[in-house]
């Protein structure tokens, strides 16, 4: 029975939790449902903090409006199961949600091959472009974001080229 504790804030790596945003609002051009808070997860394994436990090891889950994400997952990884989670919130803002959870899943995991394939199907490599693209089309977006967001691993080494602007 895997146990489970939210991340706080600090303890978020920013590129992903930037990253489930972006992915939140792409979705959400689709969903058009009142956005769920997110928050990371992480399994816990000898003792310490547990927020909630699990019969089956979890990569997310959508509760009281409230999307929960394990944390260190690849993008393209993270990409599906925010979107399968966010559908799960529109499941339950829509009054679609269906008995069976058979077919609730089904439905979450056909939302998140339709957001793949309206991403152009990327690779790894390509996920976070094609998402910085979709997410351009609707609002600008913020040199700090997309830079981050592309520039994998490059903020974690301290470089910051944007401290001296404004
Ligand atoms: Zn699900």
């Given at each position: 029975?895997p146990n489970?504790?939210?991340?706080?804030h600090?303890?978020?790596d920013?590129?992903e939790s930037l990253?489930a945003?972006?992915t939140a609002?792409?979705a959400?051009?689709?969903?058009?449902?009142r956005?769920?808070r997110q928050?990371?997860i992480?399994?816990v394994?000898?003792?310490?903090?547990?927020?909630?436990?699990?019969?089956e090891?979890i990569?997310?889950?959508y509760?009281?409006n409230?999307?929960?994400v394990?944390?260190?997952?690849s993008?393209i990884?993270?990409?599906?199961?925010?979107?399968?989670?966010?559908r799960?919130?529109w499941?339950?803002?829509?009054?679609?949600?269906?008995?069976?959870?058979k077919l609730?899943?089904?439905?979450a995991?056909l939302?998140s091959?339709?957001l793949?394939?309206?991403?152009?199907?990327?690779?790894?490599?390509q996920i976070a472009?094609?998402?910085?693209?979709?997410?351009?089309?609707?609002?600008?977006i913020?040199?700090?974001?997309?830079d981050?967001?592309?520039n994998k691993?490059?903020?974690?080494n301290g470089?910051?080229?944007y401290?001296?602007?404004s």
């Amino acid at each position: 029975m895997p146990n489970y504790r939210v991340l706080k804030h600090y303890e978020v790596d920013e590129r992903e939790s930037l990253i489930a945003q972006v992915t939140a609002e792409v979705a959400n051009c689709i969903l058009h449902i009142r956005l769920p808070r997110q928050s990371f997860i992480e399994e816990v394994y000898n003792g310490g903090v547990v927020d909630f436990r699990r019969d089956e090891p979890i990569l997310g889950l959508y509760h009281l409006n409230h999307v929960y994400v394990l944390k260190g997952l690849s993008d393209i990884d993270l990409v599906r199961v925010v979107s399968h989670e966010y559908r799960h919130g529109w499941q339950v803002q829509s009054g679609e949600y269906w008995d069976s959870f058979k077919l609730r899943e089904y439905d979450a995991g056909l939302f998140s091959r339709e957001l793949a394939s309206y991403l152009g199907h990327p690779s790894e490599s390509q996920i976070a472009a094609r998402l910085i693209t979709a997410y351009g089309m609707r609002k600008p977006i913020s040199l700090y974001v997309r830079d981050l967001i592309l520039n994998k691993g490059a903020w974690k080494n301290g470089v910051n080229k944007y401290q001296f602007e404004s």
